[in-house]
T-cell receptor, first 115, second 112 residues
């Protein structure tokens, strides 16, 4: 597609439920990033994929969060046993990282609300 | 991993005033530097970027930024702001082949 696509755009879930957030990056972009942005804060790094593998997952807050990118394109961020504190906008970005000069393109985000 | 500090949380200016937003990063190696802007209700958009070469970088909408390697800084400037510049501004750093880290952001309010 022309840009990074994230679905759904909004998700409301009950505390304790499981959610999946999808990111469809720009075609050909090998790098994919997930960030979480709370109100009034900058994007907080969660995980970075280079191809199919997670090159850096140091930003995942705990083991309830997991992300996959099985074919090196679409990625899914999975959150188990959601908590109210997980409410935020989850951003996905993609780039041709791995080369020296690159920039990341962002999707519109998924607004997750845990009630 | 690299970290990014933005000094100003909220800046309020009148139209036509000059703007400078501070950004410092901590990473000793070669970095790519970015400023992103987020208008109300919209997604992050790239304002400008620095990869190498001339440390004074010009971006869209009259913004520019200067990379000062010795100070680990990449401050954003605009000589004369407009009401439409009201937005959140984020500085970001990407070390080659590594992930990108963002500052906490600076909210700019321009009064008409």
């Amino acid at each position: 597609g022309a840009g990074v696509s994230q679905t759904p755009s909004n998700k409301v879930t009950e505390k304790g439920k499981y959610v999946e957030l999808r990111c469809d990056p720009i075609s050909g972009h090998t790098a994919l990033y997930w960030y979480r942005q709370s109100l009034g804060q900058g994007p907080e790094f969660l995980i970075y994929f280079q191809g199919t593998g997670a090159a850096d997952d140091s930003g995942l807050p705990n083991d309830r969060f997991f992300a996959v990118r099985p074919e090196g394109s679409v990625s899914t961020l999975k959150i188990q046993r959601t908590e109210r504190g997980d409410s935020a906008v989850y951003l996905c970005a993609s780039s041709t990282a791995g080369t020296e000069n690159t920039e990341a393109f962002f999707g519109q985000g998924t607004r997750l609300t845990v009630v | 991993a690299q970290s990014v500090s933005q000094h100003n949380h909220h800046v309020i200016l009148s139209e036509a005033a000059s703007l400078e937003l501070g950004c410092n990063y901590s990473y000793g190696g070669t970095v790519n530097l970015f400023w992103y802007v987020q208008y109300p209700g919209q997604h992050l958009q790239l304002l400008l970027k620095y990869f190498s070469g001339d440390p004074l970088v010009k971006g869209i909408k009259g913004f520019e930024a200067e990379f000062i390697k010795s100070k680990f800084s990449f401050n954003l400037r605009k000589p004369s702001v407009q009401w439409s510049d009201t937005a959140e501004y984020f500085c970001a750093v990407n070390a080659w082949a590594n992930d990108m880290r963002f500052g906490a952001g600076t909210r700019l309010t321009v009064k008409p």
